[in-house]
């Protein structure tokens, strides 16, 4: 069956460090993937986009990187910040309907001083 | 304002009820979307449309009817509620050419 994994374990990292978190994917073909943002009582805010054919992405303190072969992407926050104390999500477009996204449960991540 | 809206942000209902949850965006986003999420679930699909008078199955649309008659609505009615409905409800949008999806504030629904 299709499945996306994140780590359901909140990770807990120190200020200034490096936050890396991981979507794991089974059975798809996913066309693109993205990441998410989600605070508590609100709705997921898009943080990027990586296509099949693209090996890293890089967006201020934000990078992602997607291995189609290993059916991974890895989620790297550096000098992070307790502000980036969120939920992450990740979400797979597949490549025979790039309409509709699927989401993983999301991984909390937790940044102290 | 501009943006995506939803309402009511909060709602008890009793089972068996019939409940339409809201969602308004000012983007003339082409594409919107209605998930719901719950504990150990994540965001699951419930409906999407790609225009108006365009809709579409998700993973989980049994109980859920949608329209869309304009572009910029794209309300949700449970028919009849049940318990097992009770959960976090998010609209989202995104524009035709661009698959970031632009999401709502959310609606807390609790079915009695």
């Known amino acids: 069956s299709q499945k996306i994994e994140q780590n359901s374990e909140a990770l807990n990292i120190q200020e200034g460090k490096t936050a890396t978190l991981t979507c794991n994917y089974t059975?798809?073909?996913?066309?693109?993937l993205q990441w998410y943002r989600q605070d508590p009582g609100r709705g997921p805010v898009f943080l990027l986009l990586?296509?099949?054919?693209?090996k890293e992405k890089r967006k201020e303190r934000l990078k992602v990187t997607f291995d189609t072969t290993l059916k991974q992407s890895l989620f790297h926050i550096t000098a992070s910040q307790p502000a980036d104390s969120a939920t992450y999500l990740c979400?797979?477009?597949?490549?025979?309907?790039?309409?509709?996204?699927?989401f993983g449960t999301g991984t909390r991540l937790q940044v102290f001083p | 304002d501009a943006g995506i809206t939803q309402s009511p942000r909060y709602k008890i209902t009793e089972t068996g009820r019939q409940v339409t949850l809201m969602c308004h965006q000012t983007?003339?986003?082409?594409?919107m979307f209605w998930y719901r999420q719950d504990l150990g679930h994540g965001l699951r699909l419930i409906y999407y449309?790609?225009?108006?008078?365009?809709?579409d199955k998700g993973e989980v649309p049994d109980g859920y009817v949608v329209s869309r008659s304009k572009t910029e609505n794209f309300p949700l009615t449970l028919e009849s509620a049940t318990r097992s409905q009770t959960s976090v409800y998010f609209c989202?949008?995104?524009?035709?050419?661009?698959?970031?999806?632009?999401f709502g504030p959310g609606t807390r629904l609790t079915v009695t």
């Open positions: 449309s790609a225009a108006a008078d365009i809709t």
């Open positions: 059975n798809y073909s996913p066309a693109y």
């Open positions: 979400a797979l477009g597949k490549s025979y309907n790039t309409d509709k996204l699927i």
């Open positions: 990586i296509r099949e054919n693209e």
């Open positions: 983007w003339s986003h082409s594409y």
């Open positions: 989202a949008s995104r524009d035709r050419l661009f698959y970031e999806q632009y």
